[in-house]
């Protein structure tokens, strides 16, 4: 039995082919990925389901960046592992529908077609990643939303790769969502403290309205349409619906999820201060 990993150059993929050691099959587009990996790796692409090695008993990691193909694609890989594989865990969003906005409706149609395959499945519902907080940081010290004082409990994506490791060399389990968070929902205005005290500089929050918050992404490029649902998705988020904070990471791996401050101190600071420089 193999555990096929796609996305493995990903920030999930990359750790959780370190959580899986020499259990892990990654799936690569091109062999220097794989050699750089250090496990063993199959060339292949979403975009060519037979091309994803899938054995009878193999369980699939499936999970990749958003694109325009991205429904169609993985939709295929699941028709594509439901007559071999064992398990098919995948990562979505918390609360998403087929008719959330932007890249949450991708994935609610993902986990529509997923939950409809009769493959053994299980989905990975995280909230926001810890590792994208510090690249919206301008060379100002501002990060602009139109989240308001709603709370998000953030998570980091090694808890996310760690709660797939674990499902993954399990017993296959009951078809489950695994909704995942933070250990506590801090709101933006208690990021941009904890940025400040990690940068060692001045980090503030700019809360927009999602009218202004639209027309401020449209004047960066963004297309008109694009703008606007990403501003309100934002607004959407900022409701509450993120607020609540689960336990579901510490009833898996018997400890519980790293704080933002945690992940802060685990990130060196020229990394982090890269990561700002480049947003």
């Known amino acids: 039995m193999a555990i096929v990993v796609t996305g493995a150059t990903g920030t999930i993929g990359r750790a959780l082919i370190g959580e899986l050691g020499g259990a892990a099959r990654a799936v690569v587009r091109r062999p220097e990925q794989g050699e750089e990996l250090g496990c063993d790796y199959v060339v292949g692409d979403l975009e060519r389901p037979e091309s994803i090695p899938i054995e009878p008993g193999d369980r699939l990691f ?3 960046s958003l694109w325009p193909g991205f429904v169609r694609a993985h939709q295929a890989v699941i028709d594509h592992a439901a007559t071999n594989a064992a398990q098919v865990v995948t990562v979505s969003v918390r609360g998403v529908t087929s008719g959330s906005l932007l890249g949450f409706g991708m994935h609610g149609q993902v986990d529509a077609h997923l939950k409809a395959s009769g493959v053994p499945w299980a989905i990975l519902a995280p909230v926001g990643f810890m590792q994208n907080l510090a690249g919206d940081v301008d060379d100002e010290g501002r990060f602009f939303g139109s989240y308001g004082r709603g709370p998000v409990g953030y998570i980091d994506a090694r808890d996310i790769a760690a709660v797939a ?15 995942l968070t933070g250990p506590s929902a801090p709101t933006h205005d208690e990021i941009a403290a904890e940025l400040t005290r990690a940068l060692g500089r001045a980090v503030s929050y700019v809360d927009l309205s999602a009218d202004d918050n639209a027309a401020r992404l449209e ?7 694009a703008a606007h649902d990403l ?9 509450g619906r993120w607020a609540s904070t689960t336990t579901t990471v510490a009833d898996i791996l018997g400890r ?19 990561a700002t420089a480049v947003s």
């Open 256 to 274: 519980r999820p790293r704080s933002l401050r945690e992940f802060y101190s685990l990130v060196d600071s020229a990394s982090l201060r890269a």
């Open 231 to 239: 501003a309100e998705l934002m607004a959407q988020i900022g409701d």
């Open 62 to 64: 499936l999970n990749s």
């Open 219 to 225: 004047k960066g490029g963004m297309p008109a349409q």
């Open 165 to 179: 490791a674990a499902l993954l060399t399990r017993p296959v389990g009951a078809d489950a969502t695994y909704e």
